[in-house]
Nanobody, 121 residues
Framework: QVQLIESGGRLVQAGGSLTLSCAASGRSFGSYNMAWFRQAPGKEREFVAV????????RYADSVKDRFTISRDDSKNTVYLRMNSLTPEDTAVYYCNAGATMWTKTGGAYWGQGTQVTVSS
């Protein structure tokens, strides 16, 4: 089992950048693909990005491709989401997820509590 704690969410102006972190505790962080999802008000939770166990493969939602970068540091049991060129449409609660497949749409077994990102226009 793994526990996930997100941090880094805050209010940011459109066009700005932000990096989210997700610290994992528990066993075998390195054995999990790690992903980020988000849920905007009134909308369903949606896939944002996923990184493989080895870190050498990533996949992004079309809406964030070329703006967001997912990375991981297994020495710190942490996964990151670097977000550039933010728009108000990126406003959402961002969730860290462990255990998904690389083609996930719904995520794996383990979820963090979420961190709020608000982008002002």
């Amino acid at each position: 089992q793994v526990q996930l704690i997100e941090s880094g969410g805050r209010l940011v102006q459109a066009g700005g950048s932000l990096t989210l972190s997700c610290a994992a505790s528990g066993r075998s962080f390195g054995s999990y693909n790690m992903a980020w999802f988000r849920q905007a008000p009134g909308k369903e939770r949606e896939f944002v990005a996923v990184i493989s166990r080895s870190g050498d493969s990533t996949r992004y939602a079309d809406s964030v491709k070329d703006r967001f970068t997912i990375s991981r540091d297994d020495s710190k049991n942490t996964v990151y989401l670097r977000m550039n060129s933010l728009t108000p449409e990126d406003t959402a609660v961002y969730y860290c997820n462990a255990g998904a497949t690389m083609w996930t749409k719904t995520g794996g077994a383990y979820w963090g509590q979420g961190t709020q990102v608000t982008v002002s226009s």
